[in-house]
């Protein structure tokens, strides 16, 4: 990938939602593609599918609760469904299509069971069903550890080691290495700490063999973030239409090769 610069994104919006302000981009005209992003995300993150898709769709970028101005909920699946349904009533139009990264995937594969009539198509990015942990299970060592570096080292260094833990390769060009590090170091401790409980103890493997509408599965082949188990969870329990192992690509394909990203996206949903 060439060392360019990394597009503008469209200014944040608001809503108000049963459980508090939501904020997101949108950008374009056209069917409403809703991206949800990781637990290093934002509505920032999808810097270069804002610019590429907006001309074919009205593109959607979530901030989810508890990231970027969004109110935070509690560590429950059903309120981050809740409010991502209250999004898609009010800028949706009937049917959304909705590309799921990371944590997003996990909310995108139960909205698609839960709300199928809204859904068009789905495409779940190097994502999981869920932990599944009880709910007696303490929060996971790894959010522990990572609290204590970010109080440690401060936010800056903390937002450059999780962006080199997305893109842990050396063709990645410094400003869009940055631009994760910045994204990331604007996570909000609390609502991270909250999204990785909801992910803790989120478990979809009961729904993801209900989901309707077509879906594409796009793992990463050098993505050392999802678990072999929880990928093979998932494509077992999944009845995906296509299934894509990005050659050379880690946990962030939308930052490492976007032009090829973009293109699997277009692909699939004009298809849908």
């Known amino acids: ?59 959607i970028g979530w901030d989810a609760p508890g990231y970027g101005e969004s109110a935070l909920v509690d560590a429950d699946i059903d309120k ?26 996990t909310l995108a594969s139960r909205y698609a069971v839960e ?8 495409v779940l990015s190097c994502t999981h069903p869920g932990y599944a942990a009880p ?15 970010l109080a440690e080292i401060g936010r800056e260094a903390y937002g450059r080691n999780r962006a080199r833990d997305l893109l842990p390769f050396d063709d990645v060009p410094e400003t869009v290495l940055a631009y994760a590090a910045m994204i990331a170091s604007e996570t909000n401790p609390e609502g991270l700490r909250r999204a990785s409980r909801m ?13 309707k509408a077509p879906a594409l599965i796009l793992t990463g082949e050098k993505d050392t973030v999802v678990q072999p188990q929880l990928k093979a969870d998932l494509l077992s329990l999944v009845p995906f239409t296509r299934h894509i192992e990005m050659p050379g690509l880690g946990h962030a394909p939308y930052f490492q090769a976007p032009e090829y990203y973009n293109a699997l996206l277009y692909d699939f949903i004009s298809q849908n």
Not at 5 to 23: A, F, K, M
Not at 82 to 90: P, Y
Not at 137 to 142: D, H, I, L
Request: overall charge neutral; some cysteine; proline content about 4%.
């Open 199 to 211: 992910l803790q103890l989120a478990d979809n493997r009961p729904l993801l063999p209900k989901i």
């Open 1 to 59: 990938m060439s060392n360019k610069e990394v597009p503008i994104c469209p200014e944040q919006q608001s809503i108000n939602t049963s459980q508090g302000n939501l904020t997101f981009r949108s950008c374009g005209e056209g069917d409403a593609v809703i991206f949800l992003h990781g637990l290093m995300g934002s509505s920032k993150a999808w810097a270069f599918q804002y610019a590429a898709l907006s001309s074919h769709y009205k593109v």
């Open 115 to 122: 709300h199928a009539d809204k859904v068009k198509c789905v």
């Open 80 to 105: 981050y469904i809740q409010m991502l349904d209250e999004l898609v009533e009010t800028c949706g139009g009937k049917k959304v299509s909705i590309v799921g990264h990371s944590m997003g995937g």
């Open 135 to 149: 709910e007696t299970a303490p929060m996971s060592e790894k959010l522990e550890k990572r609290m204590v570096e």
